[in-house]
């Protein structure tokens, strides 16, 4: 069993920060790509910002230069970092990793609960 657990959400005025944590415990071999996605109101879900084992990272377009992902292979967690936030960051945020399990081939999806975010105008 894997389990993703985030923390850190809450509601902000525009141009406030927060820091969204997520915690990956459980029958672990390897960590793979590690991201936070989040869903507004009536949308879909979509990547926010991803963090390859290596650190490389990609962001979509609209958080570029406010948001900063980052990760701890030892500790197996990822961070991320809001500033700056807008009206349209609100929603819930997901933690999301790709992870190699004992016994089993192959490399799967695993998602935390989600973490509200509202940022009001």
């Known amino acids: 069993q894997v389990h993703l657990v985030e923390s850190g959400g809450g509601a902000v005025q525009a141009g406030g920060s927060l820091r969204l944590s997520c915690v990956i415990s459980?029958?672990?071999?390897?960590?793979?790509?590690m991201g936070w996605y989040r869903q507004a109101p009536g949308k879909q879900r979509e990547l926010v910002a991803g963090?390859?084992?290596?650190?490389?990272?990609n962001y979509v377009e609209a958080v570029k230069g406010r948001f900063t992902i980052s990760r701890d292979n030892t500790k197996n967690t990822t961070d991320l970092q809001m500033s700056n936030l807008r009206p349209d960051d609100t929603g819930v945020y997901y933690c999301?990793?790709?992870?190699?399990?004992?016994?089993?081939?192959?490399?799967?999806?695993?998602w935390g609960q989600g973490t509200q975010v509202t940022v009001s105008a």
């Open positions: 963090i390859n084992r290596d650190g490389s990272t």
């Open positions: 999301n990793a790709r992870v190699e399990v004992p016994a089993i081939p192959g490399a799967y999806d695993y």
């Open positions: 459980g029958n672990i071999v390897r960590i793979n790509p």
